[in-house]
C-alpha cells in the first residue's frame, strides 16, 4: 500500500468497510433469529390445531356413542333377533362414521374389560375414549377387513433408526366405549375408528390447519400420524401423486418425542426435503406413548426469502460503497495532489537531481507548512552535499597515497618472504646434503677404494671367483650416486627442471622417499605406497619434491621411532575440476584440535628447537601457486593426514 490516495481512501472507508457489514451482520443475525421464532410459533399453533382437531374427534366419538347407547331404538333392537341387530349396527356406523360397533354384554364385557381400560371404565359407569393400539389378530376379529387396511408395507428412510420390520400390521384406532343400562340388558357399546390410512381425517387437518397459502399453498403444509415411528396416514408425499405411507420418521424426532416425551418444535428431515416441524406424543389408555401427529412446512421457500433477503442487503452495501469511493476521491483532490508533488520531486532528487524542489502547493494548511518545510530541508541537503563531495576528493586523495605505500610495503612484504622460502630451502638442502655426506660419501670413497684394491691384489683366478660379489658391490655404488644425483636434483631443481613444467607426480613422490631413507631408515617405520599413473600436473618438480619431502620428514619426526606411512595418489575432483590428490597420512598422535587451523601459519612449529616453523607455509605457498590447494586434518583412526591437490594440466 504505497500509495497515499489509496491508504486516504482506506482509512476514510475503513468505518464503512467494517462497521457497516458488522451492523448488517448482527442486524441479519437477529432477523434471523426473530423469522425462525415466527416460523416455530407457527408450526406450534398448527400442531395445537391439529391436536384440537383430533380432540375434538374423539370427544364426538364419545358423545355419539353415548346418545346410541341411551337410544330408545337401541333398546328395541337388542330384544330383536340377530339379523335385525345386525342391519341396525351397519347402519348406525355408517350414521356415525365408526369403521367397527359392536355390543358386548356384561359377562363379555367383563372379559373384554382385563384387556381394554376404556372398557373397563365403562363397566364402572363412565364413558370413555382413547387411543389403543389393536394388534393383526384383534383386527381381524372385527368386521370391515380393517386388518387388511391397517397393513402397510415399511419404505427404508434415510435418518430413521434401523429396523428389521418390514410390514406395519397394528392399528391404531379411536377406541371408545359406552356403558349399557337397560332392563336386563346391561353391557357395554364399543366403537371406534381406524386411523390407518384414514386420509379424510389427514386431509381435514391439514384443510384446518393450513388456510393459508403463505405455508400450506402448493402442497407446501403437510400432516401425518405416526403409529410408533410410522407414518400411517399422512398427505406427506414420497413421488408426485403416491403419498409417503409406510416411511418413518428420523431418529433424532424419535428419540425427542416417543423416548423423552418431548414436544419437538424445530427443523427436521421428512422423508426427502427439510420442513418446519412439530411432533406431539400420543398416548394410548394405558399411558404409553404409541405414536406422534406430526405438522409442518417446506424450509425451503423462507430459506430462499432470507437468502433473496441476504443478497439485497449486500448488493445495497456494494453498491453504497462503490458510489462513496469516486465521491471521497473527488472530495480529497485537495489533499492528493500537494502529496503527488511530493512524491515526484522525492523520486527525482533520489534520481540526483538535489535542486528539485515542490514549490507552492496553493495552501497553507499543514499540508502547504510539509511542502515549504522539506523544500528548506532539500536546500541543506544540497549544500552538504556539495560539501561532502569536495571531502570525498580529499579523501580519496589521502587514499591513494596510503595505497602506493601499501603496495610498497607488500612489495618489500613478497621480496622478504621470497628470501624466506629460499632460506627454507638451504636449510633443507644442507640438513640433507650434511647427511648424505657424513653417511654416504665417505663410506662410498672406502667401499669403492677397497674394491679396486681388492680387483688390482687378487690374482685372476681368485678375482674371477668373487667377480659375482665385485660387481654387486658396483651396483651398490652406481645406485648410491643415483641418490645423490636426485639430491642434487632436488638442490638445483632449475638445472633439471623441464621446459614445459608438466609432471607425472608417481616418479617424483618415489624419488622423494629415495632422498629421505636415511631418515626412515633410523626407525622402524613402515612404508606404504599406492602410486598408479595419474593425469600429468603442471609444477616445478623441484618445488614438487620440497613439498613432499617436507610433509613425509614431519610425518616420520611425529611418529618417533616407530609406525606406519602411507603415501596414496590417485585422480580427483574439486569444485567441478579434474586433479590429481596425494595424501601423506602417518600414525602419530596428530595435530591438536586448537592448533589444526595454524599449521600453515609462518613460524609456526612443535619442534621448538630444531626447526623455523616455515616448511608448511612454503609448501602452501609452492602449492598455491601452481593452482592447488594443501589441507591437514586428524584422521577419524588416528594419526595426521595432509593432502595435496594439483588440477589437470590442460
Not at 455 to 478: G, H, M, Y
Not at 609 to 628: D, K, N, P, W, Y
Request: charged content about 20%; proline content about 4%.
Amino acid at each position: 500500500m504505497n500509495s497515499v490516495r489509496l491508504r486516504l481512501l482506506v482509512l476514510a472507508l475503513i468505518p464503512l468497510i467494517v462497521l457497516m457489514p458488522l451492523l448488517m451482520l448482527i442486524g441479519m443475525a437477529r432477523w434471523t433469529a426473530d423469522y425462525d421464532e415466527v416460523l416455530i410459533a407457527n408450526v406450534e399453533s398448527d400442531l395445537r390445531i391439529a391436536e384440537q382437531y383430533l380432540a375434538r374427534i374423539m370427544a364426538g366419538t364419545g358423545d355419539d356413542l353415548r346418545g346410541a347407547a341411551g337410544a330408545a331404538d337401541f333398546a328395541r333392537v337388542l330384544t330383536a333377533g340377530p339379523e335385525a341387530q345386525r342391519q341396525y349396527f351397519a347402519r348406525k356406523r355408517t350414521e356415525l362414521e365408526l369403521d367397527f360397533l359392536t355390543y358386548l354384554p356384561m359377562a363379555e364385557a367383563r372379559q373384554m374389560a382385563r384387556k381394554w381400560p376404556v372398557i373397563a371404565s365403562a363397566l364402572q359407569g363412565t364413558a370413555d375414549t382413547q387411543i389403543d393400539i389393536f394388534e393383526a389378530e384383534d383386527l381381524a376379529a372385527l368386521p370391515g377387513a380393517l386388518a387388511v387396511r391397517a397393513r402397510i408395507p415399511l419404505i427404508e428412510t434415510e435418518a430413521a433408526v434401523p429396523t428389521d420390520r418390514r410390514v406395519e400390521d397394528r392399528g391404531m384406532v379411536v377406541h371408545s366405549a359406552s356403558p349399557v343400562r337397560l332392563a336386563g340388558q346391561d353391557g357395554v357399546l364399543v366403537g371406534g375408528i381406524l386411523l390407518n390410512r384414514n386420509l379424510q381425517f389427514i386431509d381435514t387437518i391439514n384443510a384446518l390447519v393450513y388456510l393459508n397459502a403463505v405455508t400450506g399453498g402448493d402442497r407446501q403444509g403437510t400432516a401425518t400420524l405416526f403409529l410408533d415411528d410410522v407414518r400411517v396416514s399422512t398427505n406427506v408425499r414420497l413421488f408426485e401423486d403416491v403419498r409417503a405411507l409406510g416411511t418413518r420418521v428420523s431418529a433424532a424426532v424419535r428419540g425427542a418425542v416417543l423416548d423423552d416425551g418431548q414436544t419437538w418444535l424445530d427443523r427436521a428431515f421428512v422423508v426427502n426435503d427439510w420442513y418446519i416441524s412439530g411432533y406431539h406424543p400420543i398416548t394410548d389408555s394405558f399411558g404409553n406413548r404409541v405414536g406422534m401427529l406430526y405438522v409442518g412446512f417446506l424450509e425451503e421457500p423462507f430459506a430462499a426469502a432470507k437468502r433473496d433477503a441476504y443478497l439485497w442487503m449486500i448488493t445495497a452495501f456494494a453498491g453504497v460503497l462503490l458510489l462513496s469511493a469516486p465521491v471521497f476521491l473527488w472530495l480529497a483532490k485537495g489533499i492528493f495532489a500537494p502529496l503527488e508533488r511530493m512524491t515526484q520531486t522525492m523520486n527525482r532528487v533520489r534520481q540526483g537531481n538535489l535542486s528539485a524542489r515542490i514549490g507552492n502547493v496553493g495552501s497553507r494548511d499543514e499540508i502547504g507548512q510539509v511542502a515549504s518545510h522539506l523544500d528548506s530541508l532539500l536546500g541543506m541537503v544540497q549544500e552538504r552535499d556539495q560539501r561532502l563531495r569536495a571531502w570525498a576528493d580529499q579523501l580519496n586523495q589521502r587514499v591513494d597515497q596510503r595505497t602506493a605505500e601499501l603496495r610498497e610495503a607488500n612489495a618489500k612484504l613478497e621480496e622478504t618472504f621470497r628470501q624466506l622460502v629460499m632460506s627454507e630451502k638451504l636449510a633443507s638442502i644442507g640438513e640433507i646434503t650434511a647427511g648424505v655426506a657424513h653417511e654416504i660419501n665417505n663410506p662410498v670413497a672406502v667401499i669403492q677404494g677397497n674394491v679396486d684394491v681388492m680387483r688390482e691384489c687378487l690374482p685372476p683366478e681368485s678375482a674371477a671367483a668373487v667377480k659375482t660379489e665385485l660387481d654387486l658391490i658396483d651396483q651398490q655404488v652406481t645406485r648410491i650416486d643415483a641418490i645423490v644425483g636426485k639430491l642434487l636434483q632436488f638442490a638445483r631443481p632449475g638445472d633439471y627442471a623441464s621446459y614445459d613444467r608438466t609432471v607425472d607426480l608417481g616418479p617424483v613422490v618415489g624419488d622423494c622417499l629415495v632422498l629421505v631413507e636415511h631418515e626412515i631408515s633410523k626407525r622402524q617405520i613402515a612404508v606404504t605406497q599406492d602410486l598408479p599413473p595419474t593425469p600429468p600436473v603442471r609444477i616445478d618438480p623441484g618445488e614438487m619434491q620440497q613439498v613432499v619431502i617436507n610433509l613425509i620428514v614431519n610425518a616420520v619426526q611425529a611418529m618417533g621411532q616407530t609406525g606406519a606411512l602411507s603415501l596414496t595418489l590417485g585422480a580427483c575432483a574439486r569444485d567441478e575440476a579434474d586433479g590429481v590428490c596425494l595424501t601423506v597420512r602417518d600414525s602419530g598422535p596428530g595435530i591438536a584440535p586448537d592448533r589444526l587451523d595454524s599449521v600453515f601459519d609462518p613460524f609456526f612449529t612443535t619442534k621448538q628447537a630444531e626447526g623455523t616453523g616455515l616448511g608448511l607455509s612454503i609448501s602452501q605457498t609452492l602449492i598455491q601457486r601452481a593452482g592447488g590447494i594443501i589441507t591437514a586434518r586428524n584422521h577419524p583412526s588416528g594419526g595426521a593426514e595432509f593432502t595435496v591437490w594439483l588440477p589437470v594440466a590442460a
